[in-house]
């Protein structure tokens, strides 16, 4: 991977991500931003896949178990070249291909449609087991909130996972701490999520989910190691400055205004960024 | 003219073996069907497939949601699961994840309800569906059999094998009444006639089917004709079968092993006030929570006996005359 690039990456991610939130007027803003960086390093240095043959049964999946997220990851399949980046500005728009929840069945790179949290690791053990029985080429790759690990259903799978040594699937966690209501340690803490991985038979490792080097770092060791899990430590509303608040950031409204100066914001900080790297 | 009932005795083979033999002669010509279990394999009978194709079987274990969203995902990838529980725990226990991570999603799962109703028994309450059907036909497109007795698995194994999306077959475990001759003719969505009459038709599934032909056994004797329809179809519901009845007969009881609303007796009724309204009586469980108990104790206890499908028949029959 080249680091410099992996980040222009993440920055396009975010600033389609925010213009298209900003052109719906409102948006789930902080799980959104929390997971550009993972996506821009999945979409740019990871995954097999090819936007102009999207069911190619070989490829690499994304289940974005965190469905609500669906406008992040939206950003990132315009910016693989899914669709045309014009249609980001349909969200949630009556009839359009770009549902507030993902939805497989509207939108070209969806593999699997989630929202009601808690069943996207269960699809995706299910893919993994059928590419097994098929003898498929391509992993699994499932992204699931820190709050959704709430639901019991995702320990079941995770039992599953491990008991069918199923290496063909990576757990990614947006451990970005803090749910709908308020900071997951304020409603049910979450103590440590690594050694509940490996207490339930994965290998885990943790990232800091905002440095590409470091998530590109664990997803490919956690590829190759077997049933794998990468807690990814982040920030709810990472990266756009609106949202990057210690109060209620779970869906926000936006406005033209705001988007356009956290747009400017995200360029100032990758030129800075830059300048550190060099 | 015989009796409507001769010839008709408890089956020598097990349901539940006998919807194995189906589905392992659908797993020889499709390589792509798998069975998935909760923990149920012993149970529901589906250990032969486990030995003629090892791989393809997967017993999650007990997490019913793991087990059928795991089924969804393989679907994904072109797999025919046929996932299996007991009826309770494959409909209710799991219903989000019907709608949404199935049906939603126009993936491709074949759900196994075993221990409809009172075939439950021993195991009581907490096993006991009286409301599988009714949630199963609210889940937008999903197809809903119950076979009356061992012959039709070869016809509804093969209908879900052979088509795409949600089906949920409902299905005893143990021996049951044997109403079809060997190599019986099914056609999904289309009710069988077992019995012509003109004066009630009675509309029946599962094990209420033998209860409804002795029940027009008792109305023969009381000088009623009646029609008996097996309904093994509940979604889609045969509507024309159910137009032609309430034209032919004018009355309508409806027998099912089964809440009284929500299932077959909803659907007939459905249909009737939206083209030809006639009288109708539903016989099934009223307001009601399962229990132990033999299967005939329950049947007496639930009112699902051929003298309560008599009775409403009979009610019914009044009815048209006010």
Redesign the interface.
Known sequence: MDRKTTMKAAADIRKLCIAELAAAGYGHIGGSMSICDILAVLYTDILDIDPKDPHD?DRDYVVLSKGHCGPALYATLAYKGYFDKEMLKTLNQGGTSLPSHC???KTPGI???T??L??G???????????K??G?GGKVFVIVGDGELQE??NW??V??IA?RSLDNIVVIVDNNKRQLDDYTENICRTFDYKSKFEAFGLHAFEADGHDVCDIYDKLTAAAKSGPAAVIMNTEKGHGCSFAEIPGFNHYMVISQEMADEAIREVDRRLEASYGQID | MGRLTDGISLDKTEMRAAYCAALIGEARKNDKIVVVDADVRHSVGTEPFYKEFPERGINCGIMEAQAIGMSAGMSETGMVPFFHAFGVFATRRVFDQIFLSCAYQDLNVKIIGADPGVTAASNGGTHMPFEDIGLMRLVPGAVIIEPADASMYPAAVGYMARNYGVHYLRTSRRKTMRIYPDGAEFVIGKANMLADGSDVCLIASGIMVYEALRAAEMLEAKGFSARVLDMHTIKPVDRDAIVAAARDCGAIVTAENHNATGGLGSAVSEVLVETLPVPLERVGVKESFGEVGTQDYLQKRFGLTAENIAAAAEKCIARKRV
């Open positions: 049964p939805d497989r069945l593999d699997i449609s929202g009601s808690g069943q690791l269960s699809l995706g053990s299910g893919v993994a087991m059928g590419k029985l098929q498929r019991g259903q079941e799978a039992q599953f008991h």
